[in-house]
Nanobody, 114 residues
Framework: QVQVVESGGGLVQAGESLRLSCAASGTAFKFYTMTWYRQAPGKQRELVARITTGGSTNYANSVKGRFTVSRDNAKNTVFLQMNSLKPEDTAVYYC????????WGQGTQVTVSS
């Protein structure tokens, strides 16, 4: 069983930045595709950003140019740098680790005030 733990959420004003972290347990981290999702109240969970084992990334159109996903395999951690935050970015952000099976974290709340 892989443990996934997100951190770094909080309350910020529009235009500010946050960096989320996601730590995953185990020795196979470098083989995981890591994905950030988010879910706003009353909405479906949506993909925000993904980084593959080879470092390829893709982003939701709504965050392109503002968010950056990266990984540090030595620390078993993936990051989501979020700049120029908007109120519509308010959501619970979840981290997903996938290598065949999928493992989810408990989520971290991001609230952006206008």
């Amino acid at each position: 069983q892989v443990q996934v733990v997100e951190s770094g959420g909080g309350l910020v004003q529009a235009g500010e930045s946050l960096r989320l972290s996601c730590a995953a347990s185990g020795t196979a981290f470098k083989f995981y595709t890591m994905t950030w999702y988010r879910q706003a109240p009353g909405k479906q969970r949506e993909l925000v950003a993904r980084i593959t084992t080879g470092g390829s990334t893709n982003y939701a159109n709504s965050v392109k140019g503002r968010f950056t996903v990266s990984r540090d395999n030595a620390k078993n951690t993936v990051f989501l740098q979020m700049n120029s935050l908007k109120p519509e970015d308010t959501a619970v952000y979840y981290c997903n680790a996938q290598l065949g099976a999928e493992f989810w974290g408990q989520g971290t709340q991001v609230t952006v005030s206008s």
